[in-house]
């Protein structure tokens, strides 16, 4: 053998950079090996949503959030407006949605100056969101509904896009001393049964565990024997940043017409096609010009001329996820665990979220504090999420088809989330701020993300988290539950300052992912869920 570690993460995205990180907080000895030889910088997602801001506050990053995020929005300032008269331009579609645009100067095209915009138009709410293009405006959302309080404020940094929150994770793998091995191929490994050999060309790794964060087309998945049951693909999306001429009267903003659908703008040469004929035969090779201006001419009707290619890239709407996110010591996260469509910009948020789930139980395993068990949590909890995503991107691209039936239920949805409560419901739904696992218990705050508010020695609760330990906070001054917890007091952050508001009181047993797994006036259950999220006393 050439190398010992415990855990060998492959991919070095934003999923398995953050993977990565909470086993190193949690002192495991982790290598990422990627096979690209530097980031991806094609156009991906534009933003995250409010569990995955939230867990990025816990670890520390909120203030690089707020930077990433006020950055996004003064490049696009501006580009949340629909016009009050229909025969303006629409407005642009949300940068939580991963065909949102990249402005230039973004990492996505770092050489590309700042190209100047036109005035902006008549002002009417900004978007909050869309669903298959139809947009959720500001002014319909109820931000008084209950599921919006006590999110903090990383709740707000939404508009990070995926090459920022990649360049963060990257900075803070560093700061933690993770190493990131690129140009570094997996080409087969064996598991048995008390570790892996991983082979990456003539190098061999022995770990104890390995996990595959390394895509649609995951090596580990392959090799590893997952099924991957779903839905082939009926699409083929283009979505890309040109230099073009000939599109000057091409309406802006999500458009429909007989034969797909396509996005045009709202900043100068970045287009995007929907075609509804089926999956691209060609998924590898660059997308040229040509590709690009007879798909736009087959959307749109119109002619364009392309004389460059800042960066593009094709997607489908293939929708297919393992049954477990484990098999033997060989683990999944991200889009090696699920694919669909980029639609509504939830695979960048699911794969963190995943990250996030399994860093420290993995953690408490490798460390001998829990049993292997605590591991079978992983998929339980993360399936569920990973198939409602699934579900939620295939509903959307029913309602971009272009028959009639599907057409006149475009039209019905499209009303309904013209509505207050329409647009809140699938607003709470794309934000994440729903998202509950089961634990068990029929308390609302169990399996739910915990609040956050700021207490009265001047911190955040969010703030308890940045070592990587589960959190007790006891509003109720309890020595006895104080007492109780004492056991594990290496794996535990004990909270009793009160808040800076006045608050009901109350007692929190909170995981290191943030999750809510107990709630008490009494130390009842206390010692049967320490012992079942944080291992034997």
């Not at 398995?16 to 290598?31: F, K, Q, S």
């Not at 691209?397 to 272009?402: G, N, S």
Request: glycine content about 10%; aromatic content about 4%.
């Amino acid at each position: 053998m050439n190398e010992t570690r415990d855990v060998v993460v492959v991919g070095a995205g934003p999923v398995g950079l953050m993977l990565a990180c909470e086993l190193r907080l949690a002192g495991v000895d982790v290598l990422v090996v990627e096979r690209l030889a530097a980031p991806d910088m094609t156009i991906k997602a534009g933003g995250i949503n409010t569990p995955v801001a939230q867990a990025l506050d816990r670890r520390g990053l909120e203030p690089d959030l707020r930077a990433a995020h006020e950055a996004a929005m003064a490049r696009i300032t501006g580009l949340f407006a629909r016009p009050k008269a229909p025969a303006e331009p629409q407005a642009p579609q949300s940068p939580t949605d991963p065909a949102a645009p990249a402005a230039p100067n973004t990492p996505t095209d770092p050489a590309t100056p700042a190209a100047p915009q036109p005035p902006a138009p008549a002002m009417r709410p900004r978007a909050g969101g869309h669903f298959a293009g139809i947009m959720l405006y500001a002014d319909r959302i109820d931000t008084e509904d209950p599921a919006f309080a006590d999110l903090g404020p990383a709740a707000e940094s939404r508009f990070v896009d995926q090459q920022a929150l990649e360049a963060m994770l990257g900075r803070r793998a560093a700061e933690l001393g993770v190493p990131v091995r690129r140009g570094i191929e997996v080409t087969g490994f064996a598991d048995d049964g008390v570790g892996v050999d991983v082979d990456c060309g003539d190098h061999r790794i022995r770990t104890s565990w390995l996990v595959g964060c390394d895509g649609g087309r995951s090596t580990v998945r392959r090799l590893a024997g997952f099924e991957f049951p779903g839905l082939d693909p009926e699409i083929t999306g283009r979505q890309a940043l040109v230099e073009m001429t000939g599109a000057e009267n091409v309406p802006l903003g999500w458009q429909t017409t007989p034969t797909g659908i396509f996005v045009n703008g709202p900043q100068p040469g970045r287009i995007l096609t929907v075609e509804l004929d089926g999956p691209p035969a060609d998924r590898v090779s660059p997308v040229t010009a040509e590709e690009l201006e007879d798909s736009f001419e087959r959307v749109t009707g119109v002619k364009v001329s392309i004389s460059k290619v800042i960066s593009a890239t094709r997607f489908t709407d293939n929708t297919r996820q393992v049954p477990d996110y484990r098999k033997g010591r060989v683990l999944l996260a991200g889009d090696a665990a699920h694919v669909h469509s980029p639609f509504g910009g939830q695979g960048l948020n699911l794969g963190i979220g995943d990250a996030v789930n399994l860093g420290w139980k993995l953690a408490a395993v490798i460390r001998g504090r829990s049993p292997e068990s605590l591991l079978d949590t992983y998929s339980r909890e993360r399936h569920p999420v990973g198939e409602w995503v699934l579900d939620w991107t295939r509903a959307q691209v029913a309602l971009m088809r272009t028959d009639p039936r599907s057409r006149a239920l475009r039209t019905v949805v499209t009303e309904l989330l013209d509505t207050r409560d329409g647009a809140t419901q699938v607003a709470k739904r794309i934000s994440g701020v729903l998202q509950r696992y089961d634990l068990g218990s029929d308390d609302p705050l169990v399996g739910k993300a915990t609040p956050d508010f700021e207490l009265a020695d001047g911190t955040r609760l969010a703030e308890h988290f940045a070592s990587g330990k589960g959190v007790l906070l006891d509003l109720t001054d309890s020595p006895e539950l104080r007492a109780a917890a004492s056991a594990w007091s290496d794996r535990l952050e004990v909270v009793t300052t009160k808040p800076a508001q006045p608050r009901e009181p109350l007692s929190l047993l909170i995981r290191p992912d943030g999750i809510v797994a107990w709630t008490s006036a009494t130390p009842h259950g206390l010692d049967a869920a320490l012992t079942r999220w944080f291992g034997a006393a």
